[in-house]
């Protein structure tokens, strides 16, 4: 080499720094609007052969919902798994509620029912 050429600098990236990112991301479920089946990309779909960590875009367009046989265009994007359900501007109305996840939900509905159940069930013991 002469004084004048000067050797290329090759740039490394990880590949654990570029792992890290993608398991950061959380992808997206999608819902059948038909039969409320909802396609997890982090679980994927046994029954068609997709494996674990396949994003819903990635699925070929002959890809059929596993419950009702619906297209790939009958599914609605519902967001990651653990956020708010319902549109992102309706979230600061009704006392808080709207901001909590179907499982909070969940666990505020049935539990006000079993409450008055067993409210219910006391007044058998009054005479």
Not at 42 to 68: A, H, N, Q, S
């Amino acid at each position: 080499m002469s004084e004048h050429e000067t050797e290329p600098v090759v740039e490394t990236t990880s590949d654990v720094e570029n792992a890290e990112t993608i398991e950061l991301t959380e992808l997206d479920r999608y819902e059948c609007r038909s039969c409320g089946y909802v396609y997890e990309p982090e679980k994927g779909d046994d029954k068609r052969d997709i494996p674990p960590g396949k994003p819903f875009e990635e699925l070929p367009l002959t890809w059929r919902c596993p419950v009702c046989g619906a297209k790939k265009v009958a599914f609605v994007n519902i967001g990651p798994a653990g956020t708010a359900s319902g549109f992102k501007e309706n979230l600061g109305f009704g006392l808080g509620v709207n901001s909590l996840t179907p499982t909070q939900k969940n666990l505020l509905i049935f539990g006000g029912l079993a409450i008055a159940f067993l409210f219910f069930m006391s007044l058998y013991g009054l005479q």
